[in-house]
């Protein structure tokens, strides 16, 4: 019995600009993306002003609760973040929700969270140069005083890692966790219905039958909790410190 | 073979892909989901705040009307009033007048008549006088069986009848 556990697939390789790898994190991103973007279109086919339906119901909520928790975490003037945040959260949710499925969600791959925390991380630092210039910008590094630069530095850059790794490690972890059981639930049906005797002993013993329903449990906490969580707080820091950034 | 990424490895590619995506998805997002969703939501704050603006407009003009309108039954009752009063007051003076006048009258020919009937009891007393005094001569003539001289006699006669008519 032997687990191997990997990252993304790698289906071809374009051979251009020194070969593009297309690999499962970019296809499934491309599916979350479309999902995304057809159920937008969905929700918003037909809106009226007067005797709504319950998809609109259900647009008008989304929109209106995503531009509620920017306007509580940024401020009203930050409110043209709500499609960023939006974005970001249903990108990060959905990717996580892949694993339900079976397909490999694209947050379990560290170059997916580590390029949405750069970019959160570019918001950050561009919010900080506009609100105090890029003199203010880099005077804040010294403050309080001036031999705590290095570690200002450091705490600077640890935000986006810490962000990426956090989201990466919970999405992944989990992933590795499900393949652990799945595999050791293989193993254990194999081994107990090994014992029965004869030919059905056998046949049965080559079905993982320890597999159905036992994992199930695990996947409302990796796959729905830990998926929803981490969205979550990736779109609630991202709000923080861009919100945190403005003020200073 | 199927080739793999490492667990933990970061793919430049993958990176920038992820990056663009996000973007894109943030663009699409604003287009397709919240300037369509924050358009019928302003549209609808704007009916409300006009259907709230007309029902005030309503509401103040109701209770305008409803103040002219008391203001005009108000006016128009004591309009009654008066009316009722001048009419009542004519009436009177109507029915006084038709009274005085019917009464004016009715003593007028009651007058009347007791002239008139004076004048007949005098113009059958006359009457009655002459008759009297011829058949009385007549008598006399027959009694006494000559003539009398009518002339003379007659005047005698008249004037018993006159003292005779006095006395009773």
């Known amino acids: 019995m032997e687990v191997n556990i990997t990252g993304a697939q790698i289906y071809f390789e374009i051979p251009i600009l020194g070969g593009i790898p297309i690999t499962e994190t970019i296809v499934n991103s491309w599916i979350v993306m479309l999902v995304i973007i057809g159920l937008c279109l969905f929700l918003t086919s037909d809106l009226k002003v007067r005797g709504v339906s319950k998809r609109q119901v259900v647009a008008e909520m989304l929109v209106t609760t995503a531009q509620n928790f920017v306007n509580t975490n940024m401020g009203e003037k930050f409110a043209h973040y709500g499609p960023f945040v939006a974005a970001l959260f249903a990108s990060s949710l959905l990717s996580n929700l892949l694993s339900l499925i079976g397909m490999f969600p694209p947050t379990s791959d560290l170059s997916t969270t580590l390029a949405w925390a750069v970019l959160v991380f570019v918001l950050i630092t561009a919010t900080k140069i506009r609100t105090s210039g890029v003199l203010g910008y880099m005077k804040g590094f010294t403050q309080p005083i001036f031999v705590l630069t290095p570690f200002n530095i450091l705490s600077e850059l640890a935000t986006p890692i810490s962000m990426a790794f956090r989201h990466f490690g919970n999405i992944v972890s989990g992933g590795v966790i499900s393949a652990l059981v799945y595999a050791a639930l293989a193993a254990l049906s194999s081994l107990v219905l090994g014992l029965l005797p004869g030919v059905l002993g056998d046949v049965l013993s080559q079905i993982p039958i320890f597999q159905v329903g036992i994992p199930a449990v695990l996947s409302v906490y990796f796959d729905l909790f830990s998926g929803f969580m981490q969205a979550f707080i990736f779109c609630m820091l991202t709000t923080l410190y861009i919100g945190n950034a403005a003020e200073e | ?168």
């Open chain 2, 1 to 168: 073979m199927e080739q793999f990424e490492p667990l933990v490895s970061i793919a430049p590619w993958e990176f920038i892909f992820t990056i663009c995506n996000l973007l894109i998805l943030t663009a699409a997002i604003k287009h397709f989901f919240f300037n369509r969703v924050n358009k019928v939501l302003e549209e609808r704050r704007q009916q409300v705040e006009t259907t709230y603006a007309e029902a005030d407009e309503a509401k103040t003009a109701a209770v305008q009307m409803k103040q002219e309108y008391e203001a005009h039954m108000a006016s128009a009752k004591e309009e009654a009033a008066s009316l009722v009063k001048d009419a009542t007051q004519r009436a009177q003076d109507r029915s006084d007048e038709i009274l005085g006048a019917a009464r004016a009258e009715a003593s007028a020919m009651k007058a009347k008549a007791e002239s008139d009937i004076e004048a007949e009891r005098r113009r059958a007393a006359g009457e009655l006088k002459h008759e009297i005094s011829g058949i009385a001569l007549t008598i006399a003539g027959k009694v006494v069986e000559k003539e009398l001289d009518a002339d003379t006699h007659k005047a005698l006669i008249d004037d018993f009848i006159d003292n005779l008519g006095d006395a009773s």
